[in-house]
């Protein structure tokens, strides 16, 4: 019997995982603890005026499919009109099959807008851009109706420690909106000794927004603490670190003081100074962390900006980063050690962009689990390049191997598209994929209560019991 294309069943292909994703994962809400999202947009309600400004813009997953279908990038960042760019992108669509693309495209297009039965594809680019498009001119298709209807109840941002926070305000304070929306710090900008000129820029930058002239290496220390107090009042709960590679060279204060004022006077450090001013940072940034009880996630392996002349061309993040491939098994034993030494290790999540480092990470985090938050060390899930259905099940797998994953926090878009949310579904479908066929094989209990609370609790519980954020009361009465 063939099996309809991304019917009811999809991605459950036995009788246990569709009851387990019936029963226990479909209807649980929807936990992002990271994500791109514009905090801007969700306080402002944002109406969108078509299909491609919602879904093409700032999406360098499709930029990239796009891009290797031989599309021109006129119609992908350039000037071409909304259905320009939107007609190449459904020209690209069917060249995506068994990308995760082909399946997201399609998903989202059927959880948001009710379209089913067709491919996108150059004969329905027409019909589905006009209906698509026609909704969201419609109050009912504003960016936090889009959330609701996805059923999110928590969104974490991704915030520079210079921001303001005004719209987080105004959504903290707007009790109509049930979703919390909480900031996460990103202070990756702190580390970028190499370019002294956007460095001192961003310094300044800090130094206004925190009040502290950050004119010395502690009182730069200081401008980053009073940042990290502010976010705190916020709601702020989790930091996040965008960095190639865990930093952990041995340096002295004296050190990284001369290293700080070369930089502030316009003198690029060097690879080994910029490495060791590096260690430092992080290991502070940690230690706040730590006495706030905040968790800190560490995204370990990207190779950014590999292509000079786009990046000339567009910036950053805008489609041209790859795989790293980094050492980090030593450097990263060797910070949480130097952390967990001093009682400063808070709780922690290690995402791995190449997926040979999957068994590393997943060891690692046994290391340092000292009993006092249920897996307080979390091997996070796949990301990115890894978010796909392999790369989730190897996730999946390796935790399960070397770790607990009954405790594991669960899935994130890692999105800057407000139409992302169906990959916790996707996500979803293919955890209960996994248990449903170890039941079958006799591999687990065929006890639904135990394996279904599982499901529960990564889809949304296990969350809700690590991160401890402020959330609103709508949220906590579920």
């Known amino acids: 019997m063939t099996t309809p294309f991304m019917g009811e069943d999809f991605l459950l292909s036995t009788k246990t995982a569709r009851r387990l994703y019936q029963e226990y994962a479909r209807d649980m809400p929807i936990y992002d603890y990271h994500c791109h999202l514009s905090v801007r947009d969700i306080a402002e309600n944002r109406k969108f005026n078509d299909l491609t400004e919602a879904w093409l813009a700032g999406d360098h997953y499709k930029w990239r499919a796009m891009r290797a279908n031989g599309v021109a990038e006129r119609f992908i960042t350039g000037d071409a009109t909304s259905w320009e760019k939107f007609e190449a992108w459904a020209s690209t669509v069917p060249a995506t099959l068994r990308n995760p693309l082909f399946h997201w495209t399609h998903l989202e297009l059927k959880r948001y807008f009710g379209v089913k039965g067709k491919i996108l594809c150059p004969e329905t680019a027409r019909s589905i851009f006009d209906a698509c498009s026609a909704k969201l001119k419609t109050d009912g298709f504003r960016v936090r109706e889009l959330l609701m209807s996805a059923n999110v109840r928590v969104v974490c941002t991704t915030d520079d420690p210079t921001d303001t926070l005004e719209y987080h305000k105004k959504l903290r304070d707007d009790l109509t909106f049930p979703i919390t929306v909480i900031p996460a710090f990103r202070p ?130 805008t489609g041209f980063d790859t795989i790293g491939d980094w050492s980090c098994a030593v450097p990263l034993a060797r910070f949480l050690d130097r952390l967990d030494a001093v009682g400063k290790l808070p709780k922690t999540i290690l995402y791995s962009l190449n997926p040979t480092d ?121």
């Open 188 to 317: 990756d900008n702190a580390m970028g000794v190499e370019n002294p000129e956007a460095f001192n820029a961003w310094t300044d930058s800090l130094s206004a927004a925190s009040g502290v002239d950050a004119k010395s290496w502690p009182a730069f220390l200081e401008a980053l603490q009073s940042r990290h107090d502010f976010f705190h009042e916020h709601g702020c709960r989790l930091s996040d670190h965008g960095i190639e590679e865990p930093y952990a060279e041995e340096y002295g204060d004296a050190e990284i003081r001369k290293i700080f004022l070369s930089v502030r006077k316009g003198t690029p450090a060097d690879a080994g100074e910029s490495r060791k001013f590096k260690s430092a940072i992080l290991f502070e940034l940690a230690r706040m962390d730590a006495e706030r009880k905040w968790t800190q996630q560490l995204h370990l392996g990207a190779l950014r900006n590999v292509n000079s002349r786009f990046l000339k061309l567009l910036g950053p993040n």
């Open 358 to 478: 999957n068994a590393v990470l997943a060891s690692m985090t046994g290391n340092f689990q000292d009993g006092t938050v249920a897996g307080k060390m979390q091997f996070g899930s796949a990301w990115w390049f890894n978010d796909q259905k392999d790369g989730m099940e190897d996730q999946l797998r390796y935790l399960s191997s070397m770790g607990l994953l009954s405790r594991f926090v669960g899935m994130l878009t890692d999105s800057r598209s407000f139409l992302s949310f169906p990959r916790h579904e996707y996500f979803r479908r293919i955890l209960c994929n996994l248990l449903g066929g170890d039941m079958e094989r006799g591999e687990a209990p065929m006890d639904f209560a135990l394996v279904g609370k599982m499901v529960k609790d990564i889809c949304w519980d296990n969350a809700m019991a690590y991160f401890g954020l402020p959330i609103k009361e709508a949220v906590r009465k579920g």
